[in-house]
């Protein structure tokens, strides 16, 4: 997908969406000097240039009993496209996989995983990994502290 034109109002007018994706036309157009009618078209624009992927809600994992976050490095058994494909297809059905990279260097993968407890983690190891014949090696990093976690892309040019 080509990169559209962003001007400094679109890179003001998204950096206000990724603070909050709740806030409405009237107070961005009052941050950008813009009308609200113009921030619409604008974050319409975005939206259908696909500069705006979807807007979410961003849950407390400790709140919701997920208070354990693993970092996971995965060497497939070898390098070929249909493992990586089939690999890919089974991290993107499991819902405690937060994110994953397909990287360069020894890993294939890097995953960023979450779940309540080490149990948890060692039932999600044993689906992903241990029963899948094309895993030869995965190492496993447990988080001690949410220094900093986002999605919040920067915006200076």
């Known amino acids: 997908m080509p990169t559209p034109d962003l001007d400094q109002l679109d890179l003001a007018i998204l950096a206000c969406l990724q603070a909050d994706a709740r806030t409405i036309a009237e107070t961005i157009g009052a941050k950008v000097g813009l009308s609200a009618a113009a921030v619409q078209r604008r974050i319409k624009r975005l939206r259908e240039a696909g500069v705006i992927e979807r807007e979410v809600a961003v849950l407390s994992p400790e709140a919701l009993g997920l208070s354990m976050t693993f970092v996971v490095t995965v060497e497939m058994e070898r390098e070929n496209l249909a493992v990586f494909d089939g690999f890919r297809r089974q ?67």
């Not at 948890?120 to 990093?141: G, I, L, Y």
């Open 91 to 157: 991290v993107l059905a499991e819902d405690a996989v937060q994110q994953c990279y397909y990287v360069t260097g020894t890993a294939d993968f890097v995953l960023i995983v979450t779940c309540p407890d080490m149990v948890a983690f060692e039932a999600f190891t044993r689906r992903m990994f241990f029963d899948n014949p094309n895993v030869r090696h995965f190492t496993t990093s447990v988080a001690m502290d949410r220094v900093k976690v986002g999605l919040a892309l920067p915006l200076d040019p």
